[in-house]
């Protein structure tokens, strides 16, 4: 989906420098030189001292902006704590792509949840500076550039971060959870024809002028965003507040109404259009949950109706079988010749008698079963084997967010839950093979096999780590078929040899 945003191309304050790094990329179109990449990093929380005095850290640019840097003075206080920061070198943020417009700053719990703490906005000169207040006591610092101020996630274009200094007071801890970036392609966009033609003539304005379309645009980035996100569908009310505030705040930029209002009519649109953005995705998520439960239980309905039905079938088979028999039985007795007097009694020939092999038979039970079972689950999405460890469900790590389950995986893993909810004797081992050394997914997984009818104390769940790779980790494509989650299905009904495998008496001559 290409979606489109207003920019700042071209617009710039009459006192700032345009040599933004450029280049040509067809007639009429010019892209930045920096191409973003995501950047996982581990940032250094600090537990500030409860009202010890005013402690510094600093800030350095990451790969994406490496000329930047910063310092800031924080206080732990009675219910808050402080935070007075100053950056240097602050380029604009749409070098990184037209839809970025600002840069704000985050906070980041050691356990990986980030608040947003305020806009960083550079002024005249490449410099920025921000005193705010937070409820938090243990957190790092980062900078990231975003279409609008008023996100509520961090995007992943994270330009700076807080270094700790030698005379930095207070706790210092990692961050153990890796925050979850919002993924860059939500943001892209094409830009029209007309469009560029129209950014080609920028013109300088005022500072206060800057700002002022500063803010506009990244209300009208904001609602936008949430526009194609289906806010009109999902947050109808909050979406049509957002726009009208978008109006206003556009007729009062465009009336020259003055600085405080036309900023405070756009910061108030894109606080609306980001609570429309929140519950679409919210509602999206609640909804497709709802769609996905409702598939599984049907689909179960239907498999247990398959199986009664089968059942059923067997069962009239097999007493047509022994009507047969018994009528077989009496028409030979009725049509057998009287054995006569003086004929001397022969004794009965010699017959043959089965041989039945009650381990064989069994054994082919549960082969069949077992290929039923394969050929069932072989029927998802998901990469289903047959090994020695069991009927093996593979999910890739693709089909994860944030840890979670993604709405196409868990309709599968749903389907997995129904096949052995319909099949007792059953148990399933969910292996977390991501290198974290954590069983989150696993986890995730097994709520998800409970919830969909699994017995609970037959579904086990933990950490493999990285002891079971099945590609080279020396290249990307190989560590990333490594990281994934296996459900491995097994128990005495299905047996432990693969429907491939098979065992050969040895017999001495």
């Known amino acids: 989906m290409h979606l489109k945003f207003p920019i700042i191309i071209g617009l710039a304050m009459a006192s700032a420098s345009s040599g933004w790094p450029q280049q040509q990329d067809g007639p009429g179109r010019t892209e930045p030189l920096y191409r973003v990449t995501v950047i996982e990093r581990t940032v250094k929380a ?62 980041i719990t050691p356990e990986g949840r980030a608040r947003n703490l305020g806009e960083v906005l550079a002024g005249s000169s490449d410099k920025a500076g921000l005193r705010v207040t937070t409820d938090l006591q243990a957190f790092g610092l980062i900078v990231t550039a975003e279409p609008y101020a008023a996100v509520r996630q961090p995007g992943d274009v994270v330009v700076m971060e807080n270094e700790i200094r030698p005379d930095t007071m207070g706790k210092i801890e990692p961050i153990q959870a890796k925050f979850e970036l919002l993924p860059r392609g939500e943001y892209t966009y094409n830009v029209p024809a007309d469009q560029e033609a129209a950014e080609g003539n920028g013109r300088r304005v005022s500072m206060s002028r800057y700002e002022e379309l500063l803010e506009v645009y990244q209300a009208q980035n904001a609602v936008q965003i949430a526009g194609a996100m289906g806010a009109g569908q999902y947050a109808g009310d909050t979406y049509s507040r957002a726009q009208e505030l978008l109006r206003n705040a556009q007729d009062l930029e465009a009336r020259h109404a003055g600085k405080s209002m036309v ?34 239980a049907q689909e179960r309905e239907r498999r247990l109706r398959a199986e009664a039905e089968a059942q059923t079938a067997r069962a009239q088979s097999s007493a047509d079988r022994a009507t047969l028999d018994q009528e077989r039985r009496e028409r030979q007795q009725v049509e057998a010749p009287p054995p006569a007097a003086a004929q001397t009694p022969q004794p009965p020939e010699p017959r043959a008698v089965a041989q039945i092999d009650p381990q064989g038979a069994a054994r082919e039970r549960q082969r069949d079963l077992r290929m039923r079972l394969y050929q069932q689950l072989g029927a998802s999405a998901l990469e289903t084997s047959d090994t020695p460890r069991g009927l093996m469900v593979t999910i890739p790590a693709g089909d994860f967010r944030n840890g979670k389950l993604q709405p196409g995986a868990l309709r599968e893993v749903e389907q997995v839950a129904a ?34 009818g699994a017995p609970a104390g037959s579904v086990a769940a933990r950490s493999a780590g990285g002891s079971r790779p099945i590609a080279s980790n020396a290249t990307p494509s190989g560590r990333e078929r490594n990281r994934r989650v296996e459900i491995v299905i097994h128990g005495e009904a299905i047996g432990n040899m693969p429907y491939w495998d098979r065992s050969y008496p040895l017999r001495l001559r």
């Open 263 to 296: 900023i405070t009519a756009a910061r108030e649109a894109a606080q609306t259009a980001e609570d429309a953005r929140a519950i679409t995705v919210k509602r999206k998520q609640d909804s497709e949950s709802a769609a996905a439960r409702a598939e599984a």
């Open 419 to 452: 096949v052995m909810m319909a099949q007792p004797g059953l148990a399933a081992e969910v292996d977390d093979n991501f290198d974290s050394g954590e069983a989150k997914r696993a986890g995730e997984v097994r709520a998800v096999l409970i919830e969909g």
């Open 46 to 107: 600090v537990n500030y001292q409860y009202r010890s005095g005013p402690t510094e850290i600093d800030f350095r640019g990451t790969v994406l902006l490496p000329e930047a840097k910063g310092e800031a003075t924080v206080e732990s206080k009675a219910g808050r704590t402080e935070i007075d920061a100053r950056f240097e070198h602050v380029l604009p943020a749409t070098r990184y792509g037209r839809e970025y417009l600002t840069y704000v700053l985050w906070a």
